[in-house]
């Protein structure tokens, strides 16, 4: 169907992103991965004050990029069959790892199920900072002036994205976990950790991302949508860069976040929801992400809705689920 403010399907099932990539994108991702894989973890788990009768709770702690300590929730089944299969779990924008609760319906499945509390948002990860200019709030643009000035290793997102990837291998190397059978699902800033966590761990086999953000930037700018989730865009212009003499720098830089260039690395089946009226995660670009995915893909399509609870969806990501 048309779209009042994005493009319309048949457009959308062929387009591929205007915000440019940087050429040495994957030598970036390279060195970063490189660097991580020289951390020491640390890993430590603390019980939890929840307990469930088939399930053991845990804070789980590590040492991530840049020292800092990240945090993340642990439960594993009390009975079934091990090695058995896990998910990883990734939250929204500004939030957490959610409760206890909601994660003990995959744990009665014989899950063991990781929700990472993202550094520097709602949960107990700790921020080492360390960057130039805004640090009050502004994920996407935390440490984009020192990435301007040849440093794109300070952005926030890339040390983020290398956590889940961090926790990822914590929980493939757990003696009860099938590294072979572990598969990764969030909404919106959850969907973009999720891509970006199977796109640097190949290993995660299945992922269900929804409606994803931390995509196509100058697509959100273009079409008048830096409000919200990407309003923090519109604020680094304003006070950074008001004429916008830096513009094809910026959004060069932010390249090097953007999920769409990840997403050819991804080797996992692929079940993807999406609202074709989200105007926090415009459509075009979800699917200049979506149509990157070479591995196998689904995307169930909710013409009527925004960036809103989808009818069903989370019955559909758990028996997809299940198949692992």
């Known amino acids: 169907m048309p779209l009042t403010f994005d493009l319309p399907l048949e457009q959308l099932k062929t387009y591929q992103g205007i915000n440019p990539r940087p050429a040495d994108f994957d030598a970036f991702w390279e060195k970063s991965l490189a660097e991580l894989s020289s951390i020491d973890p640390q890993v430590e788990l603390v019980p939890a004050e929840f ?11 590590f040492t991530g990029a840049g020292g800092a300590r990240v945090h993340a929730k642990l439960l594993r089944p009390t009975q079934g069959h091990s090695p058995h299969p896990a998910l990883l779990m990734f939250h929204g924008y500004t939030g957490d790892s959610g409760d206890w609760f909601d994660k003990l319906g995959y744990v009665a499945a014989g899950f063991t199920v ?15 900072g360390g960057v130039t200019g805004n640090t009050l709030y502004g994920h996407i643009i935390r440490g984009l002036a020192d990435a301007l000035k040849g440093s794109p290793e300070k952005l926030l997102f890339r040390n983020i994205f ?30 973009a950790l999720t891509v970006a966590c199977a796109a640097l761990e190949p290993r995660i086999k299945r992922i269900a991302p929804v409606y994803p953000f931390l995509s196509d930037y100058k697509r959100v700018w273009e079409v008048d949508l830096a409000r919200d989730a990407y309003k923090e865009i ?14 094809d720098a910026v959004f060069e830089k932010l390249g090097y976040i953007d999920i769409q260039f990840l997403a ?14 989200d105007t926090i995660c415009p459509p075009s670009t979800q699917f200049a992400v979506y149509n990157k995915i070479v591995a196998p893909k689904r995307m169930v399509i909710y013409p009527d809705f925004a960036h809103e609870p989808l009818p069903g969806l989370y019955d559909q990501i758990f028996q997809f689920m299940l198949g692992l």
Do not use: K
Request: charged residues 25%; hydrophobic residues 40%; glycine residues 10%.
């Open 114 to 128: 990781a929700a990472l509390d993202c550094r520097g948002q709602a949960g107990l990860s700790e921020d080492t």
């Open 51 to 61: 307990q469930a009768p088939f399930a053991q709770c845990f804070h789980l702690y």
């Open 264 to 277: 050819p690395r991804i080797r996992a089946d692929v079940l993807w929801g999406i609202g074709l009226m």
């Open 162 to 191: 290398l956590d889940t990837v961090e926790l990822a291998r914590i929980v493939m190397d757990m003696p009860d976990v099938d590294p072979n059978r572990v598969g990764a699902t969030g909404w919106s800033q959850g969907g």
């Open 234 to 247: 519109q604020d680094f212009f304003r006070h950074s860069d008001p004429t916008h003499r830096l513009e």
